[in-house]
């Protein structure tokens, strides 16, 4: 099941050990999740392998009580140790998860879902953890079934990326390919419209007809999408914007484009 379950139950009160030295670094081989959001989903999520927890005493008081497996250690720390333990201006909100990244995902896996109104995301070069968290976020409010990024030139899942995607990152697969074009192909294989955003489209996204299989294909932010990228895609479509601004957010423009998807869809 490609949408990555999430469990009922409450996320774990955490034990007040006694005070220990914490060591982050026994631990380092691990991918470091870091928020209020994101470490709830994680926690939630039966499919994460966790190492280690790291919380100040004022964050684990905002938890309700559940049970957590004994084999991972929670430690009680002060928000300077997470300061230095973690990246510069990472806003941790007095927490840190230490875990296994999820299983890798294939194009293939997508296909099988075999979804009549399947919509998936595609990201061109996007390279900002950040603006990549923030789609998978609107993916996830949006019904998405997967955001599709090219392995070259996209940054690894990090803290920041799923402190942006606010625990999104536990339920829409993440899926690096290593040809975007033959992937979009495969995807148009199966039935999936293509439909790429592109300011200088004729047509907007209002008349383009996005029912059935739909993949959302996104540029980058003031450049777009590469020429092979674009002539791979079935349709392009542009949002209408005032001739004031250049280019929209990405995150902000794959929402649009995700609302306007349902709309049709629904309409």
């Not at 081989?29 to 939630?44: P, V």
């Not at 495969?186 to 383009?208: P, R």
Request: hydrophobic residues 40%; aromatic residues 4%; proline residues 7%.
């Amino acid at each position: 099941m490609l949408k990555r379950p999430m469990s009922k139950r409450k996320p774990p009160h955490f034990r007040r050990k006694p005070e220990q030295t914490p060591s982050p670094h026994k631990a380092a081989s691990g991918l470091w999740i870091y928020g209020i959001h994101a470490c709830r989903a994680l926690l939630a999520n039966p499919q994460r392998r966790i190492h280690q927890i790291l919380v100040t005493r004022h964050t684990a008081d905002l938890f309700d009580p559940a049970d957590l497996p004994e084999s991972v250690p929670v430690q009680i720390v002060e928000r300077t140790f997470l300061d230095a333990a973690l990246p510069p201006e990472s806003v941790h909100q007095g927490i840190a998860i230490n875990c296994e990244p999820l299983p890798d995902l294939d194009i293939a896996d997508i296909i099988a879902l075999e979804r009549a109104d399947s919509v998936v995301v595609v990201l061109d070069q996007a390279n900002d953890p950040r603006n990549i968290g923030s789609v998978m976020r609107s993916a996830a409010a949006f019904g998405a079934d997967a955001v599709i990024v090219p392995d070259r030139g996209t940054p690894e899942v990090s803290g920041s990326m799923a402190k942006a995607a606010a625990g999104a990152l536990e339920s829409i697969p993440f899926v690096r390919v290593t040809n975007l074009a033959r992937s979009l192909r495969k995807l148009k294989d199966a039935g999936y419209w293509c439909v790429g955003l592109d300011g200088t489209a004729t047509q907007t996204l209002a008349q383009t007809d996005m029912t059935g299989k739909t993949a959302i294909v996104m540029g980058a932010e003031g450049t777009g999408l590469r020429q092979l990228t674009a002539e791979t895609c079935d349709f392009l479509a542009k949002i209408p914007i005032s001739g004031e601004v250049e280019s929209l957010n990405l995150s902000i423009a794959t929402s649009i484009a995700l609302y306007e998807r349902n709309r049709t869809k629904t309409g």
